[in-house]
């Protein structure tokens, strides 16, 4: 079993930043594994963030390009979203995934975080 425990979320005005962190344990070697952050607003659909290889190459949504950066931490298990120039779009339920499958990337995985809030008010 993988479990992933997601942290950092919070409540930030427009223009501020916040760090998003998930910690994996468990049967899994987090090296050879894919990771990604996807988020969810009420009343839409999943959507990818940003992703990240075991070779350390990424994917990013258009609308988080240039303002989002996705990292990981193979010493530590933990994979990084920092997030800066927040907007009010942004609020939504963040999730992290990972893919033991690394080929797939960057689809997603059949594990995931509880989640965490990121609220961005105007």
């Known amino acids: 079993q993988v479990q992933l425990v997601e942290s950092g979320g919070g409540w930030v005005q427009a223009g501020g930043s916040l760090r998003l962190s998930c910690a994996a344990s468990g049967n899994i070697i987090f090296s050879l594994a894919a990771m990604a952050w996807y988020r969810q607003a009420p009343g839409k659909q999943r959507e990818l963030v940003a992703a990240?290889?075991?070779?350390?190459?990424?994917n990013y949504a258009d609308s988080v390009k240039g303002r989002f950066t996705i990292s990981r931490d193979n010493a530590k298990n933990t994979v990084f979203l920092q997030m800066n120039s927040l907007k009010p779009e942004d609020t939504a339920v963040y999730y992290c995934?990972?893919?033991?499958?690394?080929?797939?990337?960057?689809?997603?995985?059949?594990?995931w975080g509880q989640g965490t809030q990121v609220t961005v008010s105007s």
């Open positions: 990240i290889s075991v070779s350390s190459s990424t």
């Open positions: 995934n990972l893919n033991p499958r690394s080929w797939e990337f960057p689809r997603p995985g059949d594990y």
